[in-house]
């Protein structure tokens, strides 16, 4: 056998789900032994969910072991499960609709994570929960960004406002912002162009658009939410904490759920800064939006895909 | 990112090993865990990561440590150099059919960057004397094919479209299309799909199958973390892919996906994406890129010297 074949070979391991490993250990270790644990880290690390925050799971569980509150193997998944809900749970915010519309929802992330796509599904929700809707193109960079936006925005049967193919993007949201007051919109979405964190002067960018909201509803925006794609890995927590550093951020939507990665890596976002998930994706048609629902989440982890 | 390097960490932990002799297996266990963790924390998949600091263990235990260089040092350039042969140690290219056009088909999940890639390749190629033409054959992706027109237009490299026609008719008659206009490279750029996406899977098998690239080849985003190796592996097995395209490394993704796909694969990582212009797309290095995953430029250049 080559390197390769044999590195295949081993990789099949990991293809599994989550349950059939644990079920594996649970049959393959009468009592808990240090090598159980080991597989137990690695099934946590192939889920994205990264070194310091496993490393603090797996504290957890050895305490949770010497304290009696895990007696056998079978104690071990609910456990897990339970300590991973817990720790996503730890900040959790309410939808942020203003009494006084309308709510400004900006939509921010690295390149290609899906957010054009979330403001159609989200555009869609809310006009079917009777909101008065309208989106903003602010991606004037990406081809065809706009024309993109506006299919969505008939799919999901609502207004838009765009202006031409490499204007300014603060002046589409200054326009936007305006508009929804004028014409008594409940929320207004702002899709922005994919932008990676370490590019000062795209992030730059960003700041400008917040501010020129702000000049015109102070509050503004109500919610700024950070579109990450769960097949990334822990590169996900250096785009939230450099997001976060220009603009305030209120969540989290992960989308592509309905691949095979896990997303795992919000675990670690959410214990290292406590920025809550509230959507998910889980498809490319209109309606794959869901809330985002930690004890689903947790119990997914360790669910067959 | 506020990583310390793993230079770093090996230097602290090599702190009190005196002199310079053999190494000892407890000095390299020691050190092997801080790589261990680099590598995970790089995204390097944990089961490629499991096999390699066996191998990197094998090596270093019992070794002379060179006159020049630190322990941590010596540790540092065996972990270099494995990581480097596991990338495969050459730059690879785009294989020109002798009978033209040659056909190259890109594939890979939702928004890892096939449609900029297709212009960045039709660009480079173009530079090089060749005459390509883009087919839209992503029907499914709002405003996909305006995007590719958008990008046919900027470059001056004209576009195959018929459309929401089946994809698969698409491309054979873009190739048809391509020998009637003479042009002597077809990029065809694919809609985004999940590789357990059994019906979409199927649709590039019959592309395939179809029109017979000479080059397909998988685009990957830099940023992907543990799930690559799964992804690698469904496209590989299902269409026998002949190299990748990593993406969007101009920023501060480890980049780990590329060890492991290439592990899983064996198929050599053909090109970097460095941005969002179409100019943005440079020939990969397997060394730079272990140094990326190791996050240590400089140390491993003056290792070289040494
Ligand atoms: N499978 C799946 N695909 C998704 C999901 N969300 C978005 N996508 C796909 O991901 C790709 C990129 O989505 P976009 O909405 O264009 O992403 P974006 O962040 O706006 O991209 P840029 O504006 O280029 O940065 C498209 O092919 C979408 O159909 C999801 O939840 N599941
Ligand atoms: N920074 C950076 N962005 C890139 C790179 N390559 C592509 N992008 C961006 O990534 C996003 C997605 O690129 P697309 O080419 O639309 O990706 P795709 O794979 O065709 O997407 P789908 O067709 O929806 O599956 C866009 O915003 C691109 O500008 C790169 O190398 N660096
Ligand atoms: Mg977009
Ligand atoms: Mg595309």
Request: glycine share 8%.
């Amino acid at each position: 056998m080559g390197f390769f074949d044999k590195l295949k070979a081993g990789l099949e391991k990991t293809r599994k789900s989550f349950t059939e490993k644990i079920e594996q250990l649970v049959i393959g270790y009468a009592t808990i032994e240090d090598e159980l644990l080991d597989d137990l880290e690695a099934v946590l690390l192939s889920a994205d969910v990264g070194v310091p925050t496993t490393t603090k799971l797996m504290t957890e569980i050895r305490n949770g072991i010497r304290n009696k509150q895990i007696n056998s193997p079978d104690d071990l998944k609910p456990f897990l499960q339970d300590k991973i809900n817990t720790m996503l749970l730890c900040k959790h915010h309410a939808e942020p609709i203003e009494n006084d519309p309308p709510t400004v929802i900006l939509i921010v992330g690295v390149n290609g994570v899906g957010k054009t796509t979330t403001i159609g599904k989200l555009a869609n929700y809310y006009h079917e929960s009777g909101k008065k809707v309208l989106i903003a193109a602010a991606d004037t960079f990406r081809a065809a960004a706009i024309d993109q936006l506006e299919i969505w925005g008939q799919r999901a049967g609502t207004e838009i406002i765009k202006h031409a193919e490499g204007s300014d993007p603060a002046a589409v949201a200054f326009d936007a912002v305006q508009a929804a007051k004028a014409r008594k919109i409940d929320i207004v979405m702002i899709d922005t162009a994919g932008r990676l964190h370490t590019k000062a002067n795209l992030m730059e960018e960003l700041k400008k658009i917040n501010r020129v909201i702000a000049k015109e509803i102070p509050a503004a925006p109500h919610e700024t939410l950070l579109v990450l794609d769960a097949t990334t890995g822990q590169n996900a927590i250096s785009q939230a904490k450099l997001f976060g550093d220009v603009v305030a951020l209120t969540g989290v939507v992960l989308t592509k759920l309905d691949g095979t990665a896990k997303g795992g890596v919000v675990i670690a976002i959410n214990n290292e800064l406590s920025l809550p998930v509230k959507w998910i994706g889980v498809g490319e048609g209109v309606n794959d939006l869901r809330p985002f629902a930690a004890a689903e989440f947790a119990a997914a982890l360790f669910s067959d895909k | 990112m506020v990583f310390e390097s793993l230079a770093d960490k090996l230097q602290q932990t090599f702190k009190k090993l005196r002199g310079k002799g053999k190494l000892s297996e407890s000095d390299v266990a020691e050190a092997l865990k801080e790589v261990r963790m680099a590598l995970l924390e790089a995204d390097v998949n944990f089961k490629v990561v499991k096999d390699l600091v066996a191998k990197i263990k094998e090596r270093a235990i019992g070794q002379e440590v060179l006159e020049s260089l630190t322990p941590a040092q010596h540790v540092v350039k065996i972990v270099n150099e494995e990581l480097t042969n596991l990338m495969g140690g050459t730059q690879s290219r785009i294989a020109i059919a002798s009978r033209p056009p040659t056909v190259i088909m890109l594939v890979g999940l939702q928004g890892a960057g096939k449609t900029t890639t297709a212009g960045k390749l039709a660009n480079l190629l173009k530079r090089q004397g060749k005459r390509p033409l883009m087919v839209a054959a992503d029907v499914y992706r709002p405003a996909a094919i305006k995007q590719l027109e958008v990008l046919g237009e900027q470059l001056e490299i004209p576009i195959f479209t018929m459309g929401q026609d089946n994809p698969v008719n698409i491309a054979k008659k873009a190739v048809d299309q391509a020998l009637m206009m003479a042009r002597d490279i077809v990029i065809i750029d694919t809609a985004g799909r999940l590789h357990i996406n059994e019906e979409l899977m199927n649709e590039l098998k019959s592309i395939k199958q179809t029109v017979k690239p000479h080059e397909i080849l998988l685009v990957v985003d830099a940023m992907t973390g543990q799930d690559a190796v799964n992804v690698a592996e469904s496209f590989n097995n299902d269409l026998g892919i002949d190299g990748i395209i990593l993406t969007k490394l101009d920023g501060d993704a480890r980049g780990g996906a590329a060890l492991s796909i290439k592990a899983v694969t064996g198929q050599p990582i053909k090109f970097a994406g460095m941005g969002e212009k179409l100019d943005a797309l440079e020939q990969f290095h397997p060394d730079r890129m272990a140094s990326r995953i190791l996050g240590m430029g400089d140390v491993l250049s003056l290792i070289e010297k040494a």
